[in-house]
Nanobody, 118 residues
Framework: QVQLVESGGGLVQPGESLRLSCAAS????????MGWYRQAPGKQRELVAS???????KYADSAKGRFTISRDNAKNTVYLQMNSLKPEDTAVYYC????????????WGQGTQVTVSS
């Protein structure tokens, strides 16, 4: 059974930073791509960033230049460093593991709330 546990969310002011962490159990972690989605109220879940097992990264246009995804295979953890946060970044952030069978078969964390407000 694979479990993902996110942490690091919270309430910050515009321009501030947060680092999200996602700790995974099970040996699947190091052999699969991972990433972060987010879902704002009334909106569809959207991909924020992803990282392959080799460390190649992709970002949503809204995240480029501000967010950095990384992974530590020794700690079974993936991170999302978010800088220069904006109110439009407010959402629940979910980490996932891509099992290679499509979106519907991803493993998901429970989500962590990020609120950016003055």
């Amino acid at each position: 059974q694979v479990q993902l546990v996110e942490s690091g969310g919270g309430l910050v002011q515009p321009g501030e930073s947060l680092r999200l962490s996602c700790a995974a159990s099970g040996s699947i972690f190091s052999s699969n791509p991972m990433g972060w989605y987010r879902q704002a109220p009334g909106k569809q879940r959207e991909l924020v960033a992803s990282i392959t097992t080799a460390g190649s990264t992709k970002y949503a246009d809204s995240a480029k230049g501000r967010f950095t995804i990384s992974r530590d295979n020794a700690k079974n953890t993936v991170y999302l460093q978010m800088n220069s946060l904006k109110p439009e970044d407010t959402a629940v952030y979910y980490c996932y593991i891509d099992r290679g069978m499509g979106y519907l078969f991803y493993y998901w964390g429970q989500g962590t709330q990020v609120t950016v407000s003055s």
